[in-house]
Protein backbone atom coordinates (compact mmCIF):
# COMPACT_ATOMS: atom_id res chain seq x y z
CA UNK A 1 0.00 0.00 0.00
CA UNK A 2 1.23 3.66 -0.73
CA UNK A 3 1.73 5.53 2.07
CA UNK A 4 0.76 9.06 2.71
CA UNK A 5 1.52 11.63 0.02
CA UNK A 6 2.11 15.09 0.48
CA UNK A 7 2.90 17.68 -1.87
CA UNK A 8 4.74 19.72 -2.83
CA UNK A 9 7.48 19.16 -0.05
CA UNK A 10 8.79 22.16 0.29
CA UNK A 11 6.87 25.84 -0.61
CA UNK A 12 8.68 29.09 -0.25
CA UNK A 13 6.03 32.38 -0.13
CA UNK A 14 5.65 35.92 0.82
CA UNK A 15 3.96 37.49 3.40
CA UNK A 16 0.58 38.35 2.32
CA UNK A 17 0.39 35.29 -0.01
CA UNK A 18 -2.32 32.39 0.26
CA UNK A 19 -1.24 28.46 -0.04
CA UNK A 20 -2.71 25.19 -0.58
CA UNK A 21 -1.09 22.13 0.86
CA UNK A 22 -2.65 18.47 -0.27
CA UNK A 23 -2.44 15.54 1.05
CA UNK A 24 -3.38 12.16 -0.45
CA UNK A 25 -4.39 9.71 2.62
CA UNK A 26 -3.28 5.58 2.24
CA UNK A 27 -6.15 3.93 0.29
CA UNK A 28 -9.16 3.38 2.73
CA UNK A 29 -8.56 5.56 4.74
CA UNK A 30 -11.60 8.33 5.66
CA UNK A 31 -9.82 10.39 8.12
CA UNK A 32 -7.25 13.12 7.71
CA UNK A 33 -5.81 15.02 10.20
CA UNK A 34 -3.62 18.38 10.11
CA UNK A 35 -0.55 19.29 11.99
CA UNK A 36 1.41 22.25 12.14
CA UNK A 37 5.01 21.35 13.77
CA UNK A 38 7.58 24.41 14.52
CA UNK A 39 10.63 24.03 16.95
CA UNK A 40 9.39 25.62 19.74
CA UNK A 41 5.44 24.45 20.22
CA UNK A 42 5.71 21.10 18.72
CA UNK A 43 3.08 19.67 16.81
CA UNK A 44 -0.24 21.63 17.30
CA UNK A 45 -3.56 19.83 15.81
CA UNK A 46 -5.33 22.08 13.36
CA UNK A 47 -8.36 20.11 11.88
CA UNK A 48 -9.66 16.60 11.08
CA UNK A 49 -12.00 15.77 8.30
CA UNK A 50 -13.64 12.26 8.14
CA UNK A 51 -15.77 11.64 5.19
CA UNK A 52 -15.74 14.83 3.88
CA UNK A 53 -17.01 16.84 7.22
CA UNK A 54 -14.87 18.19 9.52
CA UNK A 55 -14.98 16.54 12.72
CA UNK A 56 -12.25 18.16 15.00
CA UNK A 57 -10.94 21.96 14.87
CA UNK A 58 -7.83 23.03 16.89
CA UNK A 59 -6.89 26.72 18.36
CA UNK A 60 -6.16 28.28 14.95
CA UNK A 61 -7.41 31.83 13.51
CA UNK A 62 -9.33 31.21 10.26
CA UNK A 63 -7.22 31.71 7.58
CA UNK A 64 -6.52 28.40 8.07
CA UNK A 65 -8.88 26.27 6.26
CA UNK A 66 -8.99 22.92 4.86
CA UNK A 67 -11.61 20.19 2.91
CA UNK A 68 -12.05 16.87 2.08
CA UNK A 69 -13.25 15.40 -0.84
CA UNK A 70 -14.80 12.04 -1.30
CA UNK A 71 -11.82 10.27 -2.51
CA UNK A 72 -10.47 11.52 1.14
CA UNK A 73 -7.72 13.54 -0.70
CA UNK A 74 -7.37 16.28 1.51
CA UNK A 75 -6.30 20.12 0.98
CA UNK A 76 -5.63 22.64 3.53
CA UNK A 77 -5.42 26.43 2.62
CA UNK A 78 -3.64 29.35 4.55
CA UNK A 79 -4.79 32.76 2.95
CA UNK A 80 -2.85 35.90 3.95
CA UNK A 81 0.35 34.12 4.99
CA UNK A 82 2.43 35.68 8.22
CA UNK A 83 6.26 35.12 8.49
CA UNK A 84 4.98 32.74 12.08
CA UNK A 85 3.50 30.76 9.75
CA UNK A 86 6.37 29.21 8.71
CA UNK A 87 6.26 25.25 9.82
CA UNK A 88 6.43 21.71 8.62
CA UNK A 89 2.81 20.95 7.93
CA UNK A 90 2.11 17.23 8.82
CA UNK A 91 -0.98 15.23 7.27
CA UNK A 92 -2.21 11.70 8.87
CA UNK A 93 -4.66 9.11 7.65
CA UNK A 94 -6.07 7.17 10.17
CA UNK A 95 -9.09 4.63 8.94
CA UNK A 96 -11.62 5.20 11.60
CA UNK A 97 -10.23 8.78 13.41
CA UNK A 98 -8.05 9.68 15.94
CA UNK A 99 -6.96 7.11 18.39
CA UNK A 100 -6.54 5.10 16.18
CA UNK A 101 -2.94 4.40 14.85
CA UNK A 102 -1.56 7.81 12.46
CA UNK A 103 -0.18 7.17 9.50
CA UNK A 104 1.78 10.44 8.46
CA UNK A 105 3.29 11.85 5.44
CA UNK A 106 6.48 13.78 5.15
CA UNK A 107 5.31 16.59 5.22
CA UNK A 108 5.52 20.16 3.77
CA UNK A 109 7.98 22.77 4.65
CA UNK A 110 6.60 26.18 4.11
CA UNK A 111 8.56 29.20 4.51
CA UNK A 112 7.53 32.23 4.43
CA UNK A 113 9.92 35.46 3.59
CA UNK B 1 -9.28 18.17 27.67
CA UNK B 2 -6.20 16.17 27.50
CA UNK B 3 -2.54 17.51 27.69
CA UNK B 4 1.18 16.12 27.49
CA UNK B 5 4.53 17.07 28.94
CA UNK B 6 7.67 15.63 27.89
CA UNK B 7 10.04 16.65 30.89
CA UNK B 8 13.14 16.36 28.94
CA UNK B 9 13.58 18.53 25.74
CA UNK B 10 17.17 16.70 24.80
CA UNK B 11 18.67 13.79 26.10
CA UNK B 12 22.02 12.62 25.09
CA UNK B 13 23.07 9.12 25.65
CA UNK B 14 25.83 7.16 24.87
CA UNK B 15 25.84 3.99 22.65
CA UNK B 16 24.47 1.04 23.79
CA UNK B 17 23.49 2.72 27.40
CA UNK B 18 19.75 2.47 29.06
CA UNK B 19 17.82 5.34 28.01
CA UNK B 20 14.00 6.57 29.71
CA UNK B 21 12.49 9.57 28.05
CA UNK B 22 9.68 10.95 30.36
CA UNK B 23 6.15 11.25 29.55
CA UNK B 24 3.36 12.30 32.06
CA UNK B 25 -0.40 13.90 31.21
CA UNK B 26 -3.64 14.92 32.14
CA UNK B 27 -6.67 14.63 32.15
CA UNK B 28 -9.96 13.97 33.81
CA UNK B 29 -11.20 10.73 31.40
CA UNK B 30 -9.86 7.50 30.50
CA UNK B 31 -6.75 7.72 28.03
CA UNK B 32 -5.31 6.36 25.19
CA UNK B 33 -1.54 6.69 25.33
CA UNK B 34 0.89 6.28 22.37
CA UNK B 35 4.65 7.28 21.40
CA UNK B 36 5.93 8.34 17.92
CA UNK B 37 9.35 8.60 16.28
CA UNK B 38 10.47 11.45 13.68
CA UNK B 39 13.51 10.46 12.23
CA UNK B 40 15.34 13.75 9.92
CA UNK B 41 12.95 14.87 7.31
CA UNK B 42 10.43 12.60 7.55
CA UNK B 43 6.48 11.93 9.42
CA UNK B 44 6.07 10.26 12.68
CA UNK B 45 5.74 6.85 13.06
CA UNK B 46 4.35 5.01 15.86
CA UNK B 47 6.15 3.06 17.92
CA UNK B 48 3.92 1.83 20.72
CA UNK B 49 0.08 2.14 22.10
CA UNK B 50 -1.79 1.75 25.28
CA UNK B 51 -5.00 0.92 25.08
CA UNK B 52 -5.95 -0.89 27.61
CA UNK B 53 -4.66 -4.56 29.65
CA UNK B 54 -1.13 -4.82 30.54
CA UNK B 55 0.49 -2.16 31.47
CA UNK B 56 3.54 -2.49 30.60
CA UNK B 57 3.60 -1.82 26.15
CA UNK B 58 6.15 -3.43 23.50
CA UNK B 59 6.75 -1.80 20.76
CA UNK B 60 9.26 -1.74 17.75
CA UNK B 61 12.85 -1.40 17.99
CA UNK B 62 12.90 -2.65 21.16
CA UNK B 63 11.15 -0.28 23.11
CA UNK B 64 8.65 -0.58 25.91
CA UNK B 65 6.78 1.70 27.98
CA UNK B 66 4.60 1.58 31.06
CA UNK B 67 1.27 3.28 32.14
CA UNK B 68 1.40 4.23 35.52
CA UNK B 69 -2.32 5.80 35.82
CA UNK B 70 -1.23 6.77 39.81
CA UNK B 71 1.32 9.12 38.51
CA UNK B 72 -0.32 9.56 35.02
CA UNK B 73 2.59 8.60 33.49
CA UNK B 74 4.22 6.90 30.45
CA UNK B 75 7.44 6.99 30.01
CA UNK B 76 9.25 4.79 27.06
CA UNK B 77 12.59 3.08 27.81
CA UNK B 78 15.37 0.94 26.11
CA UNK B 79 17.76 -1.00 27.67
CA UNK B 80 20.81 -0.95 24.95
CA UNK B 81 20.68 1.90 22.47
CA UNK B 82 21.88 2.38 18.72
CA UNK B 83 23.16 5.29 16.76
CA UNK B 84 20.39 4.86 14.54
CA UNK B 85 18.13 5.66 17.78
CA UNK B 86 18.89 9.21 17.00
CA UNK B 87 15.22 10.74 16.30
CA UNK B 88 12.84 12.68 18.14
CA UNK B 89 10.38 11.03 20.02
CA UNK B 90 6.74 12.37 20.87
CA UNK B 91 4.27 11.42 23.64
CA UNK B 92 0.82 11.42 22.69
CA UNK B 93 -2.85 11.53 24.18
CA UNK B 94 -6.10 11.09 23.36
CA UNK B 95 -9.57 10.18 25.37
CA UNK B 96 -11.44 6.84 24.61
CA UNK B 97 -14.24 7.83 22.76
CA UNK B 98 -12.10 7.67 19.62
CA UNK B 99 -13.73 11.14 18.25
CA UNK B 100 -11.02 13.65 19.54
CA UNK B 101 -7.71 14.43 18.28
CA UNK B 102 -3.97 13.35 19.19
CA UNK B 103 -2.40 15.86 21.37
CA UNK B 104 1.30 15.54 21.30
CA UNK B 105 3.40 16.11 23.51
CA UNK B 106 6.24 19.04 22.58
CA UNK B 107 9.05 16.36 21.91
CA UNK B 108 12.21 14.70 23.01
CA UNK B 109 15.28 15.02 21.17
CA UNK B 110 17.29 12.02 21.82
CA UNK B 111 20.60 12.03 20.52
CA UNK B 112 22.73 8.40 20.98
CA UNK B 113 27.08 9.26 20.96
CA UNK B 114 29.55 6.80 19.55
Known amino acids: KAGVTQTPRYLIKTRGQQVTLSCSPISGHRSVSWYQQTPGQGLQFLFEYFSETQRNKGNFPGRFSGRQFSNSRSEMNVSTLELGDSALYLC????????????FGSGTQLSVL | AQSVTQLDSQVPVFEEAPVELRCNYSSSVSVYLFWYVQYPNQGLQLLLK??????LVKGINGFEAEFNKSQTSFHLRKPSVHISDTAEYFCAVSDTSGNTPLVFGKGTRLSVIA
Open chain 1, 92 to 103: ASSSTGPGEKLF
Open chain 2, 50 to 55: YLSGST
